[in-house]
């Protein structure tokens, strides 16, 4: 029932707006978004008479045949209208951090739902913009980064595509809407976005749109204002898609690198390319692959000090940097050996997640494969166990459970507690 009045109160607003029929999205991924909470959401807007279309990256995922992990909707509603909506129908709503831009969440059964107001950028400062809302769904459409963002899906299933954006995805085009260097003074982080989703959707490596090129070192400078973290967020999603080392390159090339914690000398492209072809295919940590880049690590410190990664990336980074030349594996019969005996010697909890990452950025594939596993064996003897044979001296402890430690790894850490013991009581 509800889903025919969706389509009456759509064909409705379509004509009011003199809209023809537009293409029709009827699939499995598309219908598996219909929960009995959107249901609910949606049958409170066409009952107050107000549009709720899907936005942004869920039409893309969905025009692209994948199902979207996040799911923003847009609507006429202003915030106001909303909140008076939901308390109406005693919806709960949260995290009103938004309101000012637009966007009330409300959680029903268990799903939250992002809804934002139509809104026109009325002034911007390459950070952030001071709003006003709108009910014309194409000023909404024009304020957005790229084409593949800037579609719209009505959930009788009407995809509104106001810029060309799905022919665009379908030629696997990255394409700003309109202007690219209006689009950019509008927010600097564009710039990141841009190689983000390049590495996302584009076939070919150097399909770039010259003026698209221009305008991104032109305005370059700007990401020196945009926040550690913003830009962090981005560079993480561009070092895990493709054309990896072509797009860092081109951050170099275009004069971004400097802005953005990379090295002010040039990095390591040529590493950074073998690693890339290294990692494919093998889920690699964004780290592991920009690591790559760095030829100290000094460097990783610098990256910190900019984008402010976490202390787990960094870490990774620097390990990293200072093991991918001098922990590697071993000649003979078991080439894991150097790196089992350097997770056992370090004692840290993580230390085999990071020497799978080291794997990875050496392209030891099949070396990887065993060491994910690979469960790490526990050392058999402690202190107790020498105090109850008669060794009470500290220091004495520390050495013999330290000789024991490096009979125990030469063993293939097969031997056990009676077999080590065994060794202290001999004379």
């Known amino acids: 029932m509800w889903r025919r009045t ?16 537009m293409q029709q999205i009827d699939t499995l991924h598309f219908h598996t978004l219909f929960t009995d909470g959107l249901k609910c959401i949606a049958e409170l807007f066409v009952k107050d008479n107000h549009e709720l279309r899907i936005a942004g990256g869920a039409v893309r995922d969905l025009l692209n045949g994948k199902q979207p992990e996040d799911v923003d909707f847009a609507t006429t509603a202003t915030p106001d209208h909303m909140k008076e909506l939901f308390q109406t129908a005693g919806i709960r709503m949260i995290n009103n951090k938004g309101e000012k831009h637009g966007t009330i969440t409300a959680r029903v059964h268990n799903q939250n739902f992002e809804i934002t107001t139509l809104r026109i950028d009325v002034a911007t400062d390459g950070r952030h913009a001071e709003v006003q809302f709108t009910t ?3 000023t909404d459409a024009e304020r957005r980064d790229l084409t593949i963002n800037s579609m719209f ?9 106001y810029f060309n954006g799905y022919e665009d995805l379908k030629n696997k085009k990255v394409r700003f809407v309109g202007d690219p260097s209006h689009r950019i003074q509008e927010d600097y982080l564009r710039i990141m976005r841009y190689f983000r989703f390049y590495g996302k959707i584009a076939k070919e490596l ?3 749109d010259p003026k698209t090129l221009k305008s991104i070192k032109q305005h370059a400078k700007g990401m020196a204002g945009i926040s550690g973290e913003r830009i962090w967020f981005e560079l993480k999603k561009t070092l895990v898609g493709n054309h990896v080392s072509h797009l860092v390159g081109l951050m170099y090339e275009l004069d971004i690198a400097q802005y953005i914690g990379l090295p002010v000398i040039e990095g390591n492209l040529e590493e950074l390319n073998r690693v890339c072809k290294n990692v494919e295919h093998h889920s690699p940590k964004p780290m592991t ?3 790559a880049l760095f030829r100290i690590q000094d460097d990783v410190l610098r990256l910190d000090l900019r984008l402010k990664i976490s202390k787990e990336e960094k870490q990774l980074g620097l390990f990293l940097v200072k093991y991918r030349r001098d922990l590697i594996k071993a000649d003979g019969p078991d080439p894991l050996k150097p790196y089992r005996d350097f997770i056992i010697d370090s004692r840290e909890p993580e230390m085999q997640s990071k020497v799978c990452e080291l794997l990875k950025y050496q392209g030891e594939e099949k070396l990887l494969k065993e060491m994910e596993q690979w469960s790490i064996p526990r050392f058999p003897v402690s202190g107790h166990d020498l105090r109850r044979i008669g060794i009470i001296s500290g220091k004495e402890i520390g ?5 024991l430690r490096d009979t125990w790894k030469k063993s293939g850490y097969l031997m056990d507690k009676e077999e080590l013991l065994s060794i202290v009581k001999s004379p």
């Open 6 to 21: 969706l389509r009456v109160a759509t064909a409705a607003w379509a004509r009011r707006r003199g809209l023809s029929t």
């Open 136 to 138: 014309d769904w194409q």
């Open 153 to 161: 899906l009505g959930l009788d299933g009407t995809l509104y595509d």
């Open 206 to 208: 150097g399909d770039h």
């Open 289 to 291: 692959v920009l690591s």
């Open 399 to 403: 050495t013999m459970l330290q000789e």
